[in-house]
């Protein structure tokens, strides 16, 4: 069922986006190489703890798409590995793609972002080129996310940029609605037909998320941890995330960050 917030409780939700956006631009900050995955997982472990009100979406979080509970802070995912990346005993190398997913729950509101970007200074162009496009995507999904236009619109809007410079679209897993839970209706994937679709009303809330690979759009699950998603073909991923809300006129970026490109392409 889709449910939409009231301007009071979509104030409520603003210290749970900025949360998330915080912890991300920490980690963004503090990874380099010899950073270990498990190091990222304590920190933000760290920052729930001292966070009054806080809580990890994930630590219970137990999915018929997962193996058991996830048991982690944060999903975190390197070069070949795209989606709900298990953290293990792994130091990032120099040039290694990582993507960070982190959901908390603040007062009981649930703010969701992800970000990608290359560790160290040894960066594939292709890398760079293919983290830039779904930021570009997400972008373009977020421009149509007004009220009177469709669910498809967003999906629409994502998958142009996608299929512009050559990727393809895998619409096993995307966006979605969010709030108390997060996890909800209404799913969005990642491509789709404009004007089709739910009509966006003021205080809906979802999270969009375009996540691509390099050369295919099939995936496989990590059978040694049963959550990690990865490449078929064993190329690489990025994946860019965030949550916002529908308003009568521009909608509100709930999780933006500090010199977030995506934002300020946006202009508002």
Same mark, same amino acid.
């Given at each position: 069922m889709i449910e939409l917030k009231t301007p009071e409780e979509i104030n409520e939700m603003r210290p749970a986006g900025k949360f998330v956006g915080d912890i991300l631009s920490e980690l963004r900050k503090m990874t380099h190489p010899g950073t270990n995955l498990l190091e990222i997982d304590d920190y933000v472990r760290q920052r729930i703890d001292a966070r009054p009100g806080a809580a990890s979406c994930y630590v219970d979080y137990a999915p018929d798409f997962g193996t058991g509970p996830f048991r982690h802070y944060i999903c975190a995912s390197v070069n070949d590995a795209v989606l709900h990346g298990m953290p293990y005993d792994y130091a990032l190398r120099d040039g290694d793609l990582l993507s960070l997913d982190l959901a908390i729950t603040v007062d009981g509101w649930v703010g969701d972002s992800a970000i990608s970007f290359v560790v160290g200074n040894d960066a594939d162009p292709e890398d760079l080129r293919l983290i830039q496009t779904t930021r570009d995507a997400l972008a373009a999904g977020i421009r149509v996310a007004r009220a009177?236009?469709?669910?498809?619109?967003?999906?629409?809007?994502? &998958?142009?940029?996608?299929?512009?410079? &050559? /990727?393809?679209?895998?619409?096993? %897993?995307?966006?979605?609605? @969010?709030?108390?839970?997060?996890?909800?209706?209404? %799913?969005?994937?990642?491509?789709?037909?404009?004007?089709?679709? /739910?009509?966006?009303?003021?205080? @809906?809330?979802?999270?969009?998320?375009?996540?691509?690979l390099r050369t295919t759009d099939e995936i496989v699950q990590d059978q040694r941890d049963g959550w990690t998603i990865r490449s078929a073909d064993g190329s690489r991923g990025a994946h860019t995330e965030h949550t916002l809300a529908i308003t009568d006129g521009d909608p509100i970026i709930l999780t933006a960050r500090e010199h977030d490109e995506t934002v300020a392409a946006l202009g508002f």
């Open positions: 009177g236009n469709r669910l498809g619109d967003i999906s629409a809007a994502v &998958g142009a940029v996608a299929h512009e410079r &050559g /990727y393809m679209v895998n619409l096993e %897993f995307g966006g979605h609605g @969010l709030g108390r839970i997060m996890h909800g209706d209404p %799913f969005i994937p990642n491509d789709g037909k404009a004007h089709h679709g /739910y009509r966006l009303r003021p205080g @809906l809330v979802i999270a969009i998320e375009p996540w691509l």
